[in-house]
């Protein structure tokens, strides 16, 4: 079975600096896509980043990025120049390459120190 | 801009009770998504619409749960009777038709049974 395990509860960065939050997947499948949401203290669930596993660049949006490690099934968010708005519970989420299964990460709670 | 709406945003109501929560998906997104999250098992799959038709509800607890979309502009998810274990944050998502496989979150209902 597919699982995603964040082992980090809990993550802390200064202001304008740069985190890197990690997550690792189990899957048999070789294709497949890869999320990372973000969960604000609103609940509201953002999308934050996507990667397709067919592809070997890394996705990257604007100040946050990823590095997806196909063979090692990793697949780290980078947020660079962190920003006081970054804080949230951010999730990583994998999705089967038919859409029918998605599963979730425990969730890694980032503060951003001022 | 366009949102999933969730109804209500909070529900409290006595055990044994039935509950109804409602989603509006994206118009135009042909794909429907039920998660639950609590703080002990983080975000669950209970269900999963595409097109209208359930693909998957291995997740939910067929006994007392059930979910419906009546129409492509709604979907429901009841549980009757109601427990104070499904205490938890219900999250409606959709998503487009296509390959794009993404996600679009409404606010959640928290739901508390006492």
């Known amino acids: 079975a597919q699982t995603v395990t964040q082992s980090q509860p809990e993550m802390s960065v200064q202001e304008a600096e740069t985190v890197t939050l990690s997550c690792t997947y189990d899957?048999?499948?070789?294709?497949?896509?890869l999320f990372w949401y973000k969960q604000p203290p609103s609940r509201q669930m953002i999308l934050v980043i996507r990667?397709?596993?067919?592809?070997?660049q890394n996705a990257t949006e604007n100040r946050f990025s990823v590095n997806f490690q196909k063979a090692a099934k990793s697949f780290s968010l980078k947020i660079s120049d962190s920003q006081l708005g970054d804080a949230a519970m951010y999730f990583c989420?994998?999705?089967?390459?038919?859409?029918?299964?998605?599963?979730f990460g425990t969730g890694t709670s980032l503060t951003v120190i001022p | 801009d366009a949102r999933v709406t969730q109804t209500p945003r909070h529900k409290v109501t006595e055990m044994g009770q039935e509950v109804t929560m409602r989603c509006q998906p994206i118009?135009?997104?042909?794909?429907v998504f039920w998660y639950r999250q609590t703080m002990m098992q983080g975000l669950e799959l209970l269900a999963y619409?595409?097109?209208?038709?359930?693909?998957?509800d291995s997740g939910m607890p067929k006994d007392r749960f059930s979910a419906e979309m009546p129409d492509a502009t709604l979907a429901t998810l009841k549980i009757q009777p109601s427990e104070p274990r499904d205490s938890a944050v219900y999250f409606c998502?959709?998503?487009?038709?296509?390959?794009?496989?993404?996600?679009?979150f409404g606010p959640g209902t928290r739901l508390t049974v006492t």
């Open positions: 998502a959709s998503g487009p038709q296509g390959c794009s496989y993404e996600q679009y």
């Open positions: 899957t048999s499948e070789s294709d497949y896509y």
């Open positions: 990667q397709e596993a067919y592809k070997q």
């Open positions: 989420a994998y999705r089967s390459s038919d859409g029918n299964q998605f599963y």
């Open positions: 118009l135009g997104h042909n794909t």
């Open positions: 619409f595409r097109n209208r038709a359930p693909l998957d």
